[in-house]
């Protein structure tokens, strides 16, 4: 498929998605600022959204800005986040990045993908993640494990390094869509396309995928 054929291609995937799962174009990490998305966000690797939102609930109201976090020793840290895997490196580099944006930022996330990846535990995945949904940004495209699998069943990408997809989809993706994709391949990602099964008979798009297990007579 040539260039011409990639974007249209994309752009037909986009349309059909969005009209599956338009309620899902959000994330789902409960939020108020763009710093509380940044912690929820470093918190949610390798955890579940609704373990980290339970923890963000109670967390959240004790302390809300970076100056407050700034301030933690992690053991107080810990007694909220102590749910979630990973809970005592996430929340030293919660508190971290905290001290940074404290002393540098004038306690302000910034808004580029080379500010944020400088914050310890952020990459390149939580920068766009707290860019696209806390400031409307599309700098670039979050690649989480359900997008790996997805784009490479769509036949998109043959690869599962997110620089890689997160590039590939960049180029054949209309700009203003970059933030809308992470949330319509995670929605597909979990509904008919897992991990662990394909469910190609419920998929919307079991007639151009070419990872379909459903026979398309023509
Ligand atoms: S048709 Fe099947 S393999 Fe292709 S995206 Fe849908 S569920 Fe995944």
């Known amino acids: 498929m040539n260039a011409s054929g990639k974007k249209q291609y994309i752009a037909e995937i986009i349309r059909r998605l969005k009209q599956r799962y338009s309620s899902e174009m959000k994330t789902r990490l409960d939020h108020s600022t763009g710093w509380q ?7 949610s690797a390798q955890a579940m959204d609704s373990t980290v939102n339970k923890a963000t609930h109670s967390l959240f ?22 749910s979630i895997g990973l809970y005592r490196a996430k929340s030293r580099n919660i508190i971290k990045s905290a001290r940074m944006l404290a002393e540098q930022y004038n306690s302000k996330v910034p808004k580029s993908i080379n500010e944020l990846t400088r914050l310890p535990g952020v990459g390149r995945k939580t920068a ?33 390094n997110p620089e890689k997809i997160e590039q590939a989809l960049m180029e054949i993706t209309p700009r203003k ?4 994709i992470t949330h319509l391949f995670i929605a597909l990602g979990r509904d008919v396309c897992t991990a662990r099964a394909k469910l190609c008979e419920r998929c919307v798009l079991n007639d151009i995928c070419p990872s379909s297990t459903v026979k398309v007579v023509k």
């Open 37 to 43: 998305l940044l912690v929820a966000t470093m918190l």
């Open 61 to 82: 109201k004790a302390y809300k800005t970076p100056k407050d976090f700034s301030r933690l020793k992690p053991t107080q840290l810990y007694k909220f986040t102590r």
């Open 128 to 160: 766009n993640v707290v860019l696209a949904n806390a400031y409307g940004i599309n700098e670039g495209i979050a690649i989480d494990t359900h997008c790996i699998t997805v784009s490479n069943r769509l036949g998109v990408v043959r690869t599962k």
């Open 177 to 180: 869509e970059w933030g809308n």
